[in-house]
């Protein structure tokens, strides 16, 4: 019945705590808690964390990239009224590789929220995991959600974090993360605010364009949204102007033009 030498609460603790903290606080924690003073490291627990990974790894069945595949597929009129809409959150963020420090990966990280309920969390790292979707499916299977549920995805509208919403579930919506657009729009104000110093009234032009832009995607105005990035794109290009950034400027308003079009493309 256990065929390991390690009792099952002590790897459970040794996954759990690993998960939050450093291995080495994890192994000084257990060393606090638990009579295991001996032989407890950062090495041993980074091993049996391993261990436990690799096993829940093999639990894991092939690769599905919707709930429209495989059991989930049949039956939809047999399931029960679904328990309200669940929204998801996906994020990505590069970290440093700690053994190659001329590398770095991308971890990707959601935050699922049921209605009512608990929130959970799951993380995987793009490219090197085989089954991302498979394993988002059934994070949220272990949520309670089911096949005819609706689905809110919050992203922040790159191409790996948006191709890993785009089949999971056919009732699903995407709607782009504000703080991410926000931070572009800031982006676009300082290469404004400097614009000013040089050339006072298109500056500022662009500084009112930039509030206007703002205003119109908080109130979910899409066609007018474009319709002024086309336009501040415009005046920049055909800007004179003695600006040392302005080519970076006109470079960042044409990536958010690209930007805002995909999400609203996709959304």
């Known amino acids: 019945?256990?065929?390991?030498?390690?009792?099952?609460?002590?790897?459970?603790?040794?996954?759990?705590?690993?998960?939050?903290?450093?291995?080495?606080?994890?192994?000084?924690l257990l060393a606090d808690v638990l009579p295991v003073r001996s032989g407890v490291n950062a090495t041993t627990v980074r091993q049996h964390v391993l261990r436990t990974a690799e096993r829940i790894e093999g639990d894991l069945a092939e690769q599905r990239a919707s709930f429209t595949e495989g059991p989930d597929s049949r039956g939809w009129d047999d399931l029960p009224v679904p328990d309200g809409r669940m929204a998801i959150g996906l994020d990505g963020g590069y970290i440093r590789d700690w053994r190659d420090r001329k590398r770095n990966f991308e971890l990707i990280v959601d935050r699922s929220m049921p209605e009512e309920g608990e929130a959970r969390y799951i993380g995987f790292v793009h490219g090197y995991d085989r089954k991302p979707q498979r394993r988002i499916i059934d994070h949220l299977r272990q949520q309670g959600f089911q096949a005819d549920q609706d689905l809110t995805f919050i992203t922040d509208g790159g191409e790996e974090v948006r191709a890993l919403a785009e089949r999971i579930s056919p009732c699903s919506e995407h709607v782009l993360d504000w703080f991410h657009v926000t931070m572009r729009i800031t982006v676009l104000r300082q290469f404004a605010q400097g614009l000013v110093h040089h050339d006072k009234e298109p500056g500022m032009a662009a500084l009112d364009e930039l509030r206007r832009i703002k205003w119109f995607l908080w109130h979910g105005n899409t066609y007018r949204t474009r319709e002024v990035i086309d336009d501040l794109l415009l005046d920049l290009d055909a800007l004179d102007s003695r600006y040392p950034k302005l080519r970076k400027f006109r470079t960042a308003m044409r990536e958010f033009q690209v930007y805002i079009a995909s999400a609203l493309l996709h959304g």
């Open 1 to 28: 019945m256990l065929p390991d030498h390690v009792a099952p609460e002590r790897l459970y603790l040794e996954t759990r705590w690993a998960s939050l903290v450093p291995y080495a606080a994890a192994a000084d």
